[in-house]
């Protein structure tokens, strides 16, 4: 009895982890909609399970499922940023690419240079926005914002969060793309946006640079 109720304490942090996975690994099978209930309903039942064992003195795979849930939702809330960034990066320069050549479509062809596109299906979570707010001035000069934070429920304002890329390397100004005042740099091309000020100030530990004023 304890080396199984110790094997589902194991299994459920595994589920854990694959809960938090969903959101950063653009896999079509961990996508269906179902699977976050299906995931929380069976750590749910295996939680229950090893307080109903802890009754009976052992305690070890309570405290594995404490432990381990808690340190996997604090590592990836801690490194929300840094995760979003590398492990969904392949996805946003492939979009970048397809917006330079223009396979991706505008949702207004009557403005010339200032447009949402339509973010393709299997790039959504690299973008959690039906559109990709692109400035595109010239091949050599475009901005290009991506949406990372999810949209929030019943919350009529949201969050506006994520990384803009620089094809020039500086970050645009308040004519160039009017939405960010505030922006932390990643690399020479890429920068960390966030409309919640905390969150700015205290998310990105790893890979940001400090926090700087975009100008007129």
């Given at each position: 009895?304890?080396?199984?109720?110790?094997?589902?304490?194991?299994?459920?942090?595994?589920?854990?982890?694959?809960?938090?996975?969903?959101?950063?690994?653009?896999?079509?099978?961990?996508?269906?909609?179902?699977?976050?209930?299906?995931?929380?309903?069976?750590?749910?039942?295996?939680?229950?399970?090893?307080?109903?064992?802890?009754?009976?003195?052992?305690?070890?795979?309570?405290?594995?499922?404490?432990?381990?849930?808690?340190?996997?939702?604090?590592?990836?809330?801690?490194?929300?940023?840094?995760?979003?960034?590398?492990?969904?990066?392949?996805e946003r320069?492939?979009m970048i690419?397809?917006?330079?050549?223009?396979?991706?479509?505008?949702?207004?062809?009557?403005?010339?240079?200032?447009?949402?596109?339509?973010?393709?299906?299997?790039?959504?979570?690299?973008?959690?926005?039906?559109?990709?707010?692109?400035?595109?001035?010239?091949?050599?000069?475009?901005?290009i914002f991506?949406?990372?934070?999810?949209?929030?429920?019943?919350?009529?304002?949201?969050?506006?969060?994520?990384?803009?890329?620089?094809?020039?390397?500086?970050?645009?100004?308040?004519?160039?793309?009017?939405?960010?005042?505030?922006?932390?740099?990643?690399?020479?091309?890429?920068?960390?946006?966030?409309?919640?000020?905390?969150?700015?100030?205290?998310?990105?530990?790893?890979?940001?640079?400090?926090?700087?004023?975009?100008?007129?």
């Amino acid at each position: 009895m304890k080396k199984l109720s110790i094997t589902l304490s194991i299994i459920g942090v595994l589920l854990v982890i694959l809960l938090q996975a969903i959101d950063f690994i653009n896999i079509q099978l961990l996508q269906h909609y179902q699977l976050p209930r299906l995931l929380f309903l069976l750590i749910f039942t295996i939680f229950v399970v090893s307080i109903i064992v802890a009754f009976k003195k052992m305690f070890v795979p309570l405290i594995i499922m404490v432990v381990g849930t808690g340190v996997v939702i604090l590592v990836s809330t801690v490194f929300e940023v840094e995760l979003n960034y590398y492990l969904l990066q392949d996805e946003r320069q492939e979009m970048i690419s397809q917006l330079v050549a223009g396979e991706i479509k505008k949702e207004d062809l009557s403005n010339s240079g200032f447009a949402n596109y339509h973010t393709p299906q299997k790039y959504m979570l690299a973008n959690r926005n039906g559109s990709i707010d692109a400035h595109m001035y010239s091949e050599e000069k475009y901005f290009i914002f991506f949406q990372t934070a999810k949209p929030g429920f019943m919350d009529f304002v949201g969050l506006t969060e994520g990384f803009v890329y620089s094809a020039s390397g500086e970050f645009p100004t308040n004519q160039e793309m009017p939405t960010f005042s505030e922006y932390r740099q990643i690399s020479n091309h890429w920068y960390f946006v966030s409309s919640d000020k905390k969150r700015f100030e205290n998310s990105c530990y790893v890979i940001c640079g400090k926090p700087q004023l975009s100008y007129d």
